[in-house]
């Protein structure tokens, strides 16, 4: 297994206060064990990109922006490019999160462009991929994963689909307090290793990140981090307290 990831996404929250506080505790608390033992990213808001990757550049923790648009440059009043992300200190960038799916319409294909951009633009993404609550009760979790995975990856050929990392974030388990029983995540993350191995090679599947995300705690991070394909671990609002997002990056290693 590569290193262990621990991805905190900060979603719409924080200032810039608050943000710059946030990264520097958490930075100063990972000290011993962020590039050693597990890789860490936060991902904050747009706007706060610059000053957090400011207050990070001597330390180990990386930044990664929430979303990004797949066109370089132009006429596309309110978007950001990857070469921006990168300008500004970006390593990682998430693609096709539940709530930019459900809450804002991106559909594959759209996610599709933005994965593709991400990597040709030198940036690390982080494709998100899970079922509605409807969706899983009705058996339909794989088909969901299959469509997302095979549409959000079209294209990559398998020396540039490592540049990604899945994500499994199952619908239902997002900010809700309720996650996946380890045994639900780890089923998942099995299915989504053999399916890279269907649409690339066993290499190719054996050595891409697949995170698990969805109400993740100190209290069963551990438990998520025992099961044999969960690589790591994206992390939404106990990412928020630095106390929290800590002993879950400890629990990863
Ligand atoms: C997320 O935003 O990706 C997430 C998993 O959120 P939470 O940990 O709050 O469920």
């Known amino acids: 297994m590569s290193k262990p990831f621990v991805a905190g996404n900060w979603k719409m929250n924080t200032d810039s206060r608050g943000g ?30 610059g000053a957090v990757a400011n207050a990070l550049r001597a330390s180990s923790v990386a930044v990664g922006a929430q979303n990004m648009y797949f066109e370089s440059k132009g006429a596309f009043t309110g978007e950001i490019s990857a070469s921006m992300l990168k300008d500004i200190g970006c390593t990682y960038v998430l693609c096709g999160h539940s709530e930019r799916r459900h809450v804002i319409g991106e559909t594959d294909e759209l996610i599709n462009k933005k994965v593709v951009a991400a990597v040709s633009g030198g940036l690390l993404p982080i494709l998100c991929v899970g079922e509605l609550l409807a969706e899983r009760e009705a058996s339909q979790t794989e088909k969901v994963i299959t469509r997302q995975m095979k549409n959000g ?85 106990a990412s928020l307290n630095a106390d929290d997002f800590l002993a879950i990056i400890q629990a990863a290693v």
Request: glycine share 8%; proline share 3%.
């Open 20 to 49: 710059i506080e946030l990264a520097e505790r958490i930075a100063c608390g990972s000290l011993e064990i962020v590039s050693k033992k597990v890789t860490v990213a936060v991902c904050p808001p747009f706007v706060y990109l």
């Open 153 to 237: 990856l079209a294209g990559l050929s398998a020396e540039k689909v490592l540049a990604v990392t899945v994500a499994y974030e199952p619908v239902w388990a997002i900010g809700t307090g309720r996650t996946a029983t380890q045994q639900q995540a780890q089923q998942v993350h099995d299915f989504i290793r053999r399916l890279v191995a269907e649409m690339y090679d066993d290499q190719t599947a054996a050595e891409i990140r697949i995170l698990y995300g969805g109400s993740v705690k100190p209290g069963n991070a551990a438990d998520l981090m025992s099961q044999q394909d969960i690589d790591g671990l994206l992390v939404g609002g």
